[in-house]
């Protein structure tokens, strides 16, 4: 959902602590629309309205996981179990759509592929 970054970018050169550092990263990001599933994970801070915001971005489907507690508190030793649980769930559905999937045709204008027939 990430532009990526330029082949000659460096991490930003900040003064001050961790916090200004994250701004300063979080700044030069450039969003772009993803058209793949997007699972976001969520605290009891959830807002509704985030999933349009995600909808509009993730253009693949979007789905809301939400974990007990605050933001902060989504790791702590209480909750890690039931983000463990979610987050299994989750990479087991993925995977077996990934399974389930046909193998992609290759275009026969992609000019790195040789005709297995030349005709």
Do not use: C
Request: charged share 20%; net charge neutral.
């Amino acid at each position: 959902m990430t532009a990526p970054p330029e082949k000659s970018s460096r991490p930003p050169k900040v003064a001050g602590d961790y916090l200004d550092y994250y701004h300063a990263v979080a700044a030069s990001y450039q969003i772009r629309e993803y058209h793949g599933p997007v699972e976001v994970f969520v605290s009891d801070q959830y807002h509704p309205g985030w999933k349009s915001y995600w909808k509009h971005q993730a253009r693949g489907g979007v789905s809301m996981h939400r974990i007990p507690g605050e933001h902060f508190e989504i790791f702590s030793e209480a909750n890690v179990t039931v983000f463990a649980e979610i987050f299994g769930d989750v990479l087991r559905r993925a995977q077996q759509r990934e399974t389930a999937q046909p193998p992609a045709l290759v275009s026969p204008l992609d000019r790195n592929v040789r005709p297995m027939v030349n005709l």
